[in-house]
C-alpha cells in the first residue's frame, strides 16, 4: 500500500526524472545507479548515494529530512525493500 501511494502522489513520470526537493531549491534525479540532489539552476550537483536500487523509484521525504528508495542491496535471491536514506 506504501509503495502504491509514493507511485500514486509523486511520481517523477512526467519531468523525466527530476522532482522537486520539499526545500523548493533542489532537485532530484537519478540514472540506473547514482541518486543526485542539485540546485534549481543545475548548480552544485551532489551524488548522495551510489549502489544498488530500483531505477525510478527514489522520493523525497515531505520534510526533506531523508530519501527512500526501493532496493535489495545486491542481494540477487533477497526481496526489495524501502529503505531511507538519511539526509543531513
Given at each position: 500500500v506504501t509503495i502504491a501511494n509514493f507511485l500514486?502522489?509523486?511520481t517523477?513520470?512526467?519531468s523525466h526524472g527530476w522532482q522537486w526537493f520539499p526545500t523548493s531549491r533542489h532537485l532530484i534525479?537519478?540514472?540506473e545507479s547514482s541518486i543526485t540532489v542539485v540546485?534549481?539552476?543545475s548548480t552544485n550537483a551532489v551524488k548522495v548515494y551510489s549502489g544498488p536500487f530500483v531505477a525510478g523509484f527514489v522520493?523525497?521525504?515531505p520534510?526533506?529530512?531523508r530519501l527512500i528508495m526501493l532496493t535489495n542491496f545486491n542481494q540477487s535471491s533477497a526481496p526489495t525493500n524501502?529503505?531511507?536514506l538519511e539526509l543531513r
Open positions: 500514486r502522489y509523486h517523477p513520470l512526467f534525479t537519478s540514472d540546485e534549481y539552476d522520493y523525497p521525504w520534510n526533506g529530512s524501502l529503505y531511507a
